[in-house]
């Protein structure tokens, strides 16, 4: 993970969480009640954690623990997300801050988004609004 900048579009991140504290590398909040990706629900935080936790407990080490971790809150205190938000994350992280992709300020090489709910509109997600920003 060493290098890899890792999006993960969830409820925000433990800002002071001893496992996160060093991967991560900035946020954004694309919920309307919050500027900060501060985590108030932790669905965000534990899967930071899987991604890059640090390891300081001996039984706590993510997957890449030298990846950085870049949070897009895109879900609200209890969990629930627009499609709206969840979207605006998705842009943002692929075209970047200027909103061109492939330019120089695009640095997130992957995205983490692991969001449950009602599924798709129809038995297919071909036609799926979600599923074609994805």
């Known amino acids: 993970g060493s290098g890899v900048t890792i999006a993960v579009l969830d409820t925000g991140i433990d800002l002071t969480h001893p496992e996160l504290v060093s991967s991560i590398v900035g946020g954004q909040s694309f919920v309307s009640y919050t500027t900060s990706f501060a985590d108030d629900h932790s669905h965000g935080t534990h899967v930071s954690g ?17 990846a950085g971790v870049w949070m897009g809150k895109v879900c609200n205190a209890a969990g629930s997300c627009f499609v709206s938000d969840i979207v605006a994350g998705i842009e943002f992280i692929a075209l970047g801050p200027d909103g061109i992709p492939n330019t120089a300020d695009d640095s997130i090489n992957i995205m983490s988004i692991s969001l449950g709910g009602g599924g798709t509109s129809s038995s297919n997600c071909d036609s799926d609004f979600l599923a074609s920003k994805v």
Do not use: F, S
């Open 50 to 66: 899987i991604i890059t936790a640090d390891g300081v407990n001996a039984n706590a080490k993510g997957a890449a623990p030298g």
